[in-house]
């Protein structure tokens, strides 16, 4: 089980808090929709911003974020390879 929230609403004028919970929910833009895992944190988060988002609870599981390298460590990386070619 997973919940669907989409940004329904443009979060301008909102408060700070309000926006890094959307921030948080991953919506960046208006319009923006991610399929999050259906725990109780995230259902307080959506709670908090209900009147920016919509949200329906849908059958298919959420995948797991990529991780990602920090920056520097992947221009370290690319220095590396390019040193060792020649």
Do not use: C, W, Y
Not at 16 to 28: C, H, P, Y
Not at 71 to 76: E, L, M, S
């Amino acid at each position: 089980m997973a919940l669907k929230v989409k940004l329904v609403k443009s979060s301008a004028g909102s408060s700070k808090d309000m926006l890094d919970t959307i921030r948080g929910l991953g919506l960046n833009k208006f319009g923006d929709e991610r399929l999050l895992k259906d725990t109780p944190a995230i259902r307080g988060m959506v709670f908090k911003v209900k009147h920016l988002v919509s949200s329906e609870v849908v059958s298919q599981e959420a995948q797991a974020p990529k991780r990602r390298k920090p920056r520097k460590i992947v221009a370290r990386d690319r220095a590396r390879a390019n040193a060792a070619k020649g």
